[in-house]
């Protein structure tokens, strides 16, 4: 009976080597539903009614904390067809993470640090930056298919009246909505 013994001995080694193979394998699991590596995206507002416009093109991977977001090619252009025809500081550029909130329209949910440009742009002018990075933070819990990417530029007007001198304003562009649709967070996380 020693041959069936040690038979029984090398399955129950076995098995109990594959439950302890299979235990740690939702972990696992997790970390490759909860990460997308490296996606493409461009994202571009010229062309619109912002008197800053951008064009970014680069890669995004997601993790549990994080949208990491890595800008190969930045191109700042200031725009001819707007009223303000004076000279603009494009003072930082950042990128979050908007979702359409119950009242419609869209919001800015949470928010990178900024990058700062500080560039005096006057219309018809551009300036191209490459090599940046974003970090977004997230909740691993955040549906990320309702969720998209928005750019946002930070401007100040230089040439205006001394009443309008100096104003601060922003300019927006934004990825596909459906950017992470195929994103899906895995249930009770």
Same mark, same amino acid.
């Given at each position: ?50 008197? @800053? ?16 977001? *890595? ?9 001819? *067809? ?37 560039? @005096? ?45 100096? @104003? ?22």
């Amino acid at each position: 009976m020693k041959p069936a013994g040690n038979t029984f001995r090398k399955r129950f080694a076995l098995a109990l080597v594959a439950a302890l193979m299979l235990a740690s394998q939702p972990a696992e699991s997790r970390a490759r539903v909860a990460r997308r590596q490296n996606v493409p995206f461009t994202i571009s507002s010229l062309g619109s009614a912002f008197g @800053v416009q951008v064009k970014l093109s680069g890669t995004y991977t997601v993790s549990e904390k994080y949208v990491e977001v *890595h800008v190969e090619r930045v191109l700042i252009y200031v725009s001819e *067809h707007c009223p303000y025809q004076g000279r603009r500081l494009v003072n930082t550029l950042l990128v979050g993470l908007a979702k359409k909130p119950p009242r419609g329209g869209w919001e800015m949910e949470s928010r990178s640090l900024p990058v700062f440009v500080e560039q @005096v742009l006057s219309p018809r002018e551009e300036h191209r930056l490459a090599g940046l990075r974003f970090q977004i933070p997230r909740n691993a819990k955040t549906e990320l298919s309702g969720r998209w990417l928005v750019v946002e530029a930070e401007e100040i007007s230089l040439d205006g009246t001394d009443e309008d001198g100096g @104003v601060k304003g922003y300019a927006f562009a934004h990825s596909r909505r459906d950017l992470f649709a195929d994103f899906v967070t895995e249930p009770g996380r």
